[in-house]
């Protein structure tokens, strides 16, 4: 059936694959620029009055300490995680965070997942089909991925 945005929440291998893959392609790497209003001091270094800073969330993202096997893409790290991409975890910050946080985050996370979910239901209808036919492995991917996001198929 088609996937309507109340079936997010029961799909939550879905919801890990979108936050790994904005954890290893954040769609703004490095925020929007941002200019220092004041003096201010971060771990020992003064960032001086008018210097315009980027947040690195792609570095951050990538960053071993953080994570284990940060370039391999595991959707399954965020299962049994509590980290959102909300803001509120600096871990994983594909909006940004704060007052500019991106305003457009809530309309963006729901979908998001709406659309990913629908595009791999579509290509599960024809699967049957090219299965049968000894098709392309990339179909068989696709039929794995589904069976995982939704154990009842
Ligand atoms: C996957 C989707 C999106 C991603 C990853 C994303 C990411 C971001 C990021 C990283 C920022 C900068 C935040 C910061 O520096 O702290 C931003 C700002 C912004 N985003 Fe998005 N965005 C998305 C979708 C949207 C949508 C759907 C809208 C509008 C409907 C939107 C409107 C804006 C606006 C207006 C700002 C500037 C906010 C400000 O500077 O006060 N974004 N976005």
Redesign the pocket.
């Known amino acids: 059936k088609p996937i309507e945005e109340s079936d997010i929440p029961q799909l939550p291998y879905l919801q890990a694959i979108v936050k790994e893959t904005?954890r290893i392609h954040?769609?703004?790497p490095l925020?929007?620029?941002?200019t220092v209003e004041t003096d201010v001091e971060v771990y020992g270094y003064t960032i001086p009055q008018g210097a315009q800073v980027l947040?690195n969330?792609w570095a951050i993202g990538h960053d071993p300490s953080v994570r284990a096997n940060p370039t391999s893409f595991m959707p399954e790290r965020f299962l049994d995680s509590e980290i959102n991409i909300r803001?509120r975890d600096f871990e994983l910050?594909?909006?940004?965070?704060?007052?500019?946080?991106?305003?457009?985050?809530s309309?963006?996370?729901r979908?998001?997942p709406l659309m990913l979910g629908s595009l791999i239901n579509s290509f599960v209808g024809s699967l049957k089909v090219e299965l049968s036919q000894r098709s392309w492995t990339w179909m068989t991917s696709l039929a794995l991925l589904y069976k995982r996001l939704s154990p009842s198929v």
């Open positions: 904005m954040p769609p703004a925020l929007v620029p941002r947040v969330a803001g910050i594909p909006f940004g965070a704060g007052r500019r946080i991106c305003p457009g985050l309309l963006a996370i979908v998001v």
